[in-house]
């Protein structure tokens, strides 16, 4: 990476920080100290803003770093990222998105509390809502440390742990002063940069190749090693029949997470009304979906120009798979148009990670506050703030997502992203179900559907090759390894709601009615929702 690489991708990368930082400054002006405000930013901004920054939100590193290179190391079978985040969307829009706003106030605790006993539900749902985020935020990290390590021509380990350290600070300032106002303008900033930048990549592979799609494939399938298996099924996940049972569990967890990520959950309470909420996912789907069709593209691009071997020689799991890209498509290593594009690209991706990690970090510390602080606190202790709470809870969070970023640097990020898609489909997608849909549902049903699925999936993942037992393991010299999948949705996410069923059927508590009632009557029309 020659030195001019390097300056102009640091001065970008400034020029983002610093806007981002003066947006947080100026956000943190205004009144912060109410939790409406903090968690919420005051319930103002219109189905667009909101759209596009449930977007930001989501178009994660995963999307743009991680997809990308799956796809141009394995082909076909890393397009199942791609479908699964989509496709995910229409459960979003269909089952959750209107009745989650109407039920909650700021978490996905508040809509299960709507009709069970507040204590023991909050401490479950806030439990989970906090593992699904470190699990995500890891994955943001180590996507983090890739790219940085390549602009600044090494992969040496101090390079990605400086800056995994440094994204962790940024996103507590961001979240501890500037709360979800500036979190969403953050979002928003970034859905823009990063849809500019992919949609430039993407009009300039197909002019690459004189808009000859089929030209694009048989060239990457040559470039791959592998001629025409390269674009069928089963490269990563046709080898065996566990191989298989992996796509069908990653495919069920992308499918179903969504819908129980709780830092998309609160970008839900951010508009004013249910109908400004649905309309928030039909813009974000519209953006959503055309980013991913691009990210298809420019991953078969990577594979027909870079080459499968030089982005693996980069980064074993492909995360800088588009970076590199971007360098060929300006006009190579030296060349002042490959010093340009790489250098915005570079700074698209790190504003991705910023302001993703943002979302996450406060969506999770407003668990630690208004969930566990709330319901764990002594009776007749001096109350705390909640946002004092959820800002000294952010620093914890991020210390923690910290940690983990540093152990996880060599996996690939869209990977991460399925792990933690599969606990959020397991833990918290049944007891929203169950509270929303299920007249019959009880506290004890809804304490047992989350920590049903949460501790499987968080055993299975802990027991299963990615953490030992395989060459590409985090602790690749020690094998304990007992699950032979890679992603436990498969079995983790029916044994969710197979608990929660369990302990509804054997409670004691009879159901109450009339809470129920209330319960159906608030979501489907939004009488009295906050």
Not at 153 to 172: I, R, S
Not at 211 to 233: C, K, M, Y
């Amino acid at each position: 990476m020659t030195t001019d690489h390097q300056t102009t991708a640091l001065l970008l990368f400034s020029a983002f920080v610093a806007v981002t930082l003066g947006i947080t400054t100026w956000v943190s002006r205004n009144r912060q100290g109410s939790a409406e405000e903090f968690y919420a930013g005051g319930r103002l901004f219109s189905p667009l803003e909101n759209g596009f920054a449930i977007a930001g939100d989501y178009m994660s590193a995963a999307s743009f770093l991680g997809i990308s290179g799956l796809i141009a190391l394995v082909g076909y079978d890393g397009m199942l990222y791609s479908v699964g985040f989509l496709v995910a969307w229409l459960v979003v829009l269909f089952l959750v998105a209107e009745l989650v706003r109407n039920c909650g106030r700021f978490t996905l605790a508040d809509v299960v509390a709507a009709r069970m006993r507040e204590r023991p539900v909050r401490i479950a749902a806030g439990t989970s809502s906090v593992t699904v985020s470190v699990l995500y935020l890891v994955a943001q990290m180590v996507g983090a440390g890739s790219l940085v390590a390549l602009l600044l021509g090494g992969t040496g380990e101090a390079v990605q742990a400086w800056t995994v350290v440094g994204v962790g600070a940024l996103m507590v300032i961001y979240v501890s002063l500037g709360g979800m106002r500036a979190t969403t303008w953050i979002q928003i900033v970034k859905a823009v940069l990063l849809l500019g930048g992919t949609i430039t990549l993407t009009v300039l592979v197909l002019l690459r190749f004189h808009g000859d799609v089929n030209r694009l494939l048989h060239t990457a399938a040559e470039r791959s090693g592998h001629g025409d298996a390269f674009l069928a099924p089963g490269l990563a996940y046709g080898g065996d029949w566990t191989a298989r049972f992996d796509f069908i569990s990653l495919g069920l967890a992308l499918v179903l997470g969504t819908a129980g990520l709780p830092h998309i959950l609160s970008r839900f309470y951010t508009v004013p009304t249910a109908r400004a909420a649905r309309r928030s996912v039909v813009w974000a789907i519209g953006l959503i979906g055309g980013f991913y069709l691009m990210t298809i593209v420019l991953g078969f691009g990577a594979a027909a120009l870079i080459g499968p071997d030089a982005v693996r020689a980069s980064h074993a799991s492909g995360n800088t798979a588009v970076p590199l890209l971007a360098l060929d498509l300006g006009g190579g290593a030296g060349t002042t148009g490959g010093t340009v594009l790489f250098a915005v690209v570079a700074a698209v991706a790190f504003a991705t990670i910023l302001a993703v990690v943002a979302g996450i970090t406060l969506a999770s510390s407003a668990s630690v506050a208004h969930d566990l602080y709330a319901s764990l606190r002594r009776p007749g202790g001096k109350p705390r703030s909640e946002v004092a709470v959820a800002r000294v809870a952010a620093v914890g969070i991020g210390v923690v997502a910290i940690a983990l970023g540093l152990l996880a640097r060599d996996l690939n990020v869209a990977f991460l992203v399925g792990l933690a898609f599969a606990v959020a489909a397991s833990a918290n997608l049944p007891v929203l179900l169950y509270s929303l849909f299920w007249r019959g549902a009880t506290t004890r049903g809804a304490v047992w559907s989350v920590y049903g699925g949460l501790i499987p999936a968080v055993v299975l993942v802990l027991l299963s090759p990615v953490v030992s037992g395989s060459p590409d393991s985090l602790f690749p010299e020690a094998d304990f390894q007992l699950f032979p999948l890679q992603n436990p949705g498969l079995v983790s996410i029916p044994l969710g709601f197979l608990a929660g069923w369990l302990g509804t059927v054997t409670s004691p508590e009879v159901p109450d009615e009339a809470r129920h009632a209330e319960t159906e009557v608030r979501s489907l029309t939004g009488a009295g929702a906050a």
